[in-house]
């Protein structure tokens, strides 16, 4: 097999039935990987299912202690993971430390989380009193877990640890511009001691995805654009496999007039330049109330215009992950200027290094723009005034995405009132990407930005299934409502719904009544 990505495109080139992974920093081919085919894709689920029961029938002490020896290695091995993650997407040390830092937090949130959450639980039987129930949760069995190039750690560990550790196997497919941080990933795993086949990593491109997700498995568990999770869904629906879908954003920060101005202006640039803009959660867009526009404006233009580009380790903004990314910022840019916006800075490539775009920021904007429109995924920020809260709610909800948001304001009481009126999976008050470092909070979105949620015990909820357990405490020979039926038990049911409608003493009064011959029931 032979494919090509367009002139200047990606991060690899396609050789027969492999791929090279080259470095945006510099272009040197970092390794060669399989494109894997559906037989192969369909043989990992088959080894995966073989190793999942026996790892689910291990106590959970005993898999938190393999996660936490998974984490451990991780920061023992540190400046491969870094160095790695840092060579395959051209980001800063710091920010590929940061997916380190998030991913050890994260494998430990569930080695501890796992146990507590998925202890069975018992539930009330109400009126069967001779009746215990409770319910477990089994592992749903294997995941397939298909993931972006933007975070190639913290992405697949998020998917993989709340995997393992609510008892499943996981087959991953990263992104094929990033493969090798995830193969990587499945070594330390097994090192920490995983099963061999439990974990499995099967390397590809969109085939291998689409393979993955007919293949067997049974929760698919997609992060990545909303045109791919549409397809994803497509193919899910055949074999009524369950899905997640973690799609792209358009976040908005709203800067209400009583907001600290500074540490708004730093909140937004960094929201959207961080990971060079590359992040689902990126401030895409900035609704500013007009009475503090222009200086809100200039303050972003200014530190904007000083964030260090390079694709040195401690640049602010490196190279984008892929060519096409870069051409698609460049569009956007493009027909935002045709259609009348002003770039205040940026807007171009780096003179010297066709894959850095230069940090943006673009005003007199309207919706007419795909930089306003459409989610950009680049260090690009679009600046639109508004006139009050209410105006910027509506424009805040005017598009299909509804990942995330920020409201910046003197009043927390007010930002908490305002962010509730956003259609979106969540948001912060004065903050900006913070929440995505703790890993209780659930992360995800509403309306084109997908369903289900990831991270958190809702992870944990998502990969298992709920068994309802029932037992029989005393062993009468017969229940009363078994057969044969009679006017007793007619008699008897009555009773119980008066007590079961009405409760307390008025019920037991209502059903003593009705048993011993009343009418308490009215006709
Ligand atoms: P894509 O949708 O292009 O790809 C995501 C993954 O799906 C890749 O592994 C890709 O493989 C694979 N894939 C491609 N085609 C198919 C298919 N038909 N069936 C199954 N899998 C397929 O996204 P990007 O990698 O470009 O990532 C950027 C997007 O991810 C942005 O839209 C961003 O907003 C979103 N994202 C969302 C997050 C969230 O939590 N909501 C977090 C991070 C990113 P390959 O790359 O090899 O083609």
């Known amino acids: ?71 451990a290695i991780m920061v023992d091995r540190q400046d491969q993971i870094a160095g790695l993650i840092r060579g ?3 980001k800063p040390e710091g920010e590929a430390l940061t997916e380190l830092v998030v991913s050890v937090d994260l494998i430990h949130f569930y080695a501890n989380e796992a146990r507590r959450h998925l202890r069975p639980r018992r539930v009330g039987t109400g009126w069967l009193l001779w009746k215990r129930a409770w319910v477990e949760r089994v ?62 990593v099967v390397t590809g491109d969109g085939q291998a995805g689409e393979a993955l997700v007919g293949g067997g498995v049974d929760h698919v568990l997609f992060t990545g654009s909303t045109a791919t999770g549409r397809k994803v869904l497509q193919t899910a629906v055949s074999s009524l496999t369950p899905v997640t879908l973690e799609l792209g954003g358009k976040d908005v920060a709203m800067v209400l007039a009583d907001a600290d101005l500074e540490r708004s202006a730093r909140g937004v640039v960094f929201g959207a330049m961080f990971n060079a803009g590359q992040t689902c959660l990126s401030v895409e867009r900035a609704l500013v109330e007009r009475s503090v526009f222009d200086g809100f404006v200039e303050r972003v233009v200014e530190l904007t215009s000083g964030l260090s580009v390079g694709t040195g380790p401690n640049s602010d903004v490196g190279p984008m992950v892929t060519g096409q990314q870069v051409y698609k910022v460049e569009e956007q840019i493009e027909d935002a200027v045709r259609r009348g916006a002003k770039v205040r800075c940026g807007g171009t490539r780096h003179p010297d290094n066709a894959r850095i775009f230069l940090p943006t920021v673009v005003v007199d904007v309207n919706a007419g723009m795909t930089v306003v429109s459409e989610e950009t995924f680049g260090p690009v920020l679009a600046i639109l005034p508004v006139d009050d809260e209410d105006h910027a709610v509506r424009v805040a909800n005017e598009l299909g995405y509804g990942l995330f948001a920020s409201v910046w304001t003197g009043d927390r009481a007010r930002g908490l009132d305002v962010g509730r009126r956003l259609e979106v999976g969540g948001f912060s008050v004065n903050d900006v990407l913070s929440h995505y470092a703790v890993p209780g909070l659930p992360v995800g979105g509403v309306k084109m930005s997908g369903f289900g949620r990831r991270r958190g015990t809702y992870s944990l909820d998502q990969l298992t299934h709920p068994r309802t357990v029932l037992v029989d405490r005393i062993g009468l020979r017969s229940e009363p409502w078994w057969f044969p039926y009679s006017a007793g038990g007619t008699r008897l049911f009555r009773a119980l719904l008066h007590w079961r409608g009405y409760r307390g003493m008025r019920g037991l009064f209502r059903a003593a009544r009705s048993f011993l011959g009343g009418q308490a029931h009215r006709r």
């Not at 470095?23 to 081919?29: N, Q, T």
């Not at 993989?160 to 090798?180: I, W």
Request: aromatic share 4%.
């Open 139 to 200: 592992p749903v069995g294997v995941v397939g877990a298909i993931t972006p190039w933007n975070y190639p750690l913290i992405i697949v560990v998020d998917a993989v640890a709340a995997s393992v550790a609510a008892g499943n196997a996981v087959v991953l497919k990263p992104s094929e511009f990033t493969p090798l941080t995830a193969l990587l990933l499945r070594d330390v795993m097994v090192e920490a001691g995983f099963p061999e086949d439990l974990v499995a």
């Open 1 to 71: 097999m032979s494919r090509r990505r367009p002139p200047g495109g990606g991060g690899g080139a396609h050789r027969d039935a492999s791929v090279e992974v080259h470095s945006p920093l510099d272009g040197a081919v970092l390794g060669t990987v399989p494109l894997r085919g559906p037989d192969e894709v369909s043989a990992a689920v088959r080894r995966a299912r073989a190793a999942q029961p026996a790892w689910a029938c291990m106590t959970p002490r005993e898999r938190s202690r393999i996660l936490r020896r998974w984490a």
């Open 88 to 90: 395959e997407t051209g």
